[in-house]
């Protein structure tokens, strides 16, 4: 099943426990515009290229659309549609006032130069700057991109518009980002971990951990489990995948990713199949990098009791009705990674206020507002009998819907 039928069958599930009627099911499912645009540069050796680049703006009923954009060769109209509708849930999950919107490039950055990777996205920014807006839709990092690209985006859009740091969030502390965005939606998640284990009378040093992705989102999680005592005993990337069963030293590989680029011939432990990482013995899953990667292909074989969707959407209806079989507790996406948006929203307030907050405040307001986000998924669970999923989607669907009824959009 593709990433929007997933995501819409979700949404559905959540509507029905509701009762949401199919006036305000409709107006809620439908997105509020996609864009589509070429993107054509001059590679460095002279010749032309084109890419197409998305931006799903999909509902701002609760505020400006927020939301990632990723730079991903498998990037498709349809997984950003579900990514970004992702985004609306998971912003009202945390209560922060924004809507939900997302974008990609069907790219592998890995394949352009520095040089290419500012062209392409300064293109991008000129094609799509008349529809963005600091009130508008605000784009953040997402897979493929990261502090530098929002820089660009900044710069760009600020021709057009004037000096406009408000215009994407995950920039650099230098150009107005805040302090902690890097770590935030790792830090995020390790909040979201601790408030679930803390439910079942578990900590983080008592566990082990296998952790697919070692990016933004997967390092930042690995280095502060690490940090906590937790035992990190697999860890996975595109360039390959590490087992120790006594606990990776993460610093050691952290510094080697950095050294090297890749994980492979990592000396602290013993080379592994990437694909078994996910079935791999241990206590805690934490997917941290691609969609749709626990399936029906894999889900029975998974080992682990609790699963942290710090990735979105990496587990897809038929895993999940496997593993929720199987007693496997997941904490979902729309609240395990809220943490990342969350700190984005920080920015965007410092930003309009011209106030800088210091680190030590952005993280006691985001442990905060994950702590508050995981108690109402709770409630949620326990007002209509459902699991985690469900909380968390019923808690995100109907703050947006009294929002859209309240603003008189639902005819
Ligand atoms: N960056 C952010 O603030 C947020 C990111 N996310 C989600 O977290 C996930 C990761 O995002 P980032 O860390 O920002 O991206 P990133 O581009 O920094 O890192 C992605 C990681 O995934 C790895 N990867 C790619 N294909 C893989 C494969 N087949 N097997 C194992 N590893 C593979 C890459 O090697 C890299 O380590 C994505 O699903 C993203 O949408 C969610 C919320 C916020
Ligand atoms: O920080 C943001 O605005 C969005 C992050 C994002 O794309 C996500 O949570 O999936």
């Given at each position: 099943m593709n990433a929007l039928a997933a995501t819409n069958r979700n949404f559905r599930h959540a509507s029905r426990l509701l009762g949401l009627d199919s006036k305000i099911e409709k107006s809620l499912l439908i997105p509020f515009r996609e864009i589509k645009v070429e993107c054509t540069i001059p590679k460095d050796d002279g010749s032309l290229v084109s890419y197409v680049g998305f931006r799903v703006q999909h509902d701002n009923a609760r505020g400006p659309m927020k939301g990632g954009i990723r730079y991903h060769p498998e990037v498709d109209p349809d997984e950003v549609n579900a990514l970004a509708q992702l985004m609306t849930w998971k912003t009202a999950v945390v209560d922060i006032p924004y809507g939900g919107a997302k974008g990609g490039i069907g790219c592998n950055p890995k394949d352009l130069s520095k040089s290419e990777l500012e062209r392409l996205t300064r293109v991008f920014t000129q094609k799509i700057h008349d529809l963005i807006g600091i009130h508008t839709d605000v784009p953040a990092p997402d897979m493929g991109t990261n502090a530098q690209t929002m820089a660009w985006i900044l710069d760009e859009y600020s021709k057009f518009h004037?000096?406009?740091?408000?215009?994407?969030?995950?920039?650099?502390i230098d150009l107005?980002?805040?302090?902690g965005r890097e770590a935030a939606t790792g830090r995020g998640v390790v909040y979201a971990t601790e408030a679930l284990l803390a439910e079942h009378g578990k900590s983080i040093k008592d566990l082990t951990f296998a952790i697919q992705g070692f990016g933004n989102v997967g390092s930042w999680v690995a280095r502060l489990i690490h940090e906590k005592g937790?035992?990190?005993i697999a860890v996975s990337d595109i360039t390959g995948a590490v087992k120790n069963p006594s606990g990776i030293d993460i610093k050691e590989l952290l510094k080697y990713k950095e050294r090297t680029?890749?994980?492979?011939?990592?000396?602290?432990g013993d080379a592994m199949d990437a694909h078994e990482l996910l079935v791999h013995e241990c206590d805690v899953l934490i997917p941290?990098?691609?969609?749709?990667?626990?399936?029906r292909e894999n889900a029975a074989e998974v080992k682990a009791k609790y699963i942290i969707e710090a990735a979105n959407h990496p587990t897809d209806p038929d895993a999940d009705e496997i593993l929720c079989k199987k007693g496997v507790l997941i904490l979902p996406d729309i609240y395990a990674n809220a943490g990342g948006v969350t700190v984005s929203y920080f920015e965007w307030v410092q930003n309009i206020q011209g106030f800088m907050w210091d680190e030590e405040k952005v993280n006691r307001e985001l442990k905060r507002y994950m702590t508050r986000g995981f108690q109402n998924v709770k409630n949620m669970c326990k007002s209509h009998d459902c699991n985690l999923r469900m909380g968390a989607f019923t808690l995100g669907v109907n703050r947006v819907a009294r929002s859209t009824v309240l603003r008189g959009w639902e005819a």
């Open positions: 004037g000096h406009s740091p408000a215009i994407v969030t995950g920039k650099p107005g980002g805040s302090l937790g035992k990190v680029g890749s994980l492979k011939d990592f000396n602290g941290c990098a691609l969609g749709g990667v626990l399936n």
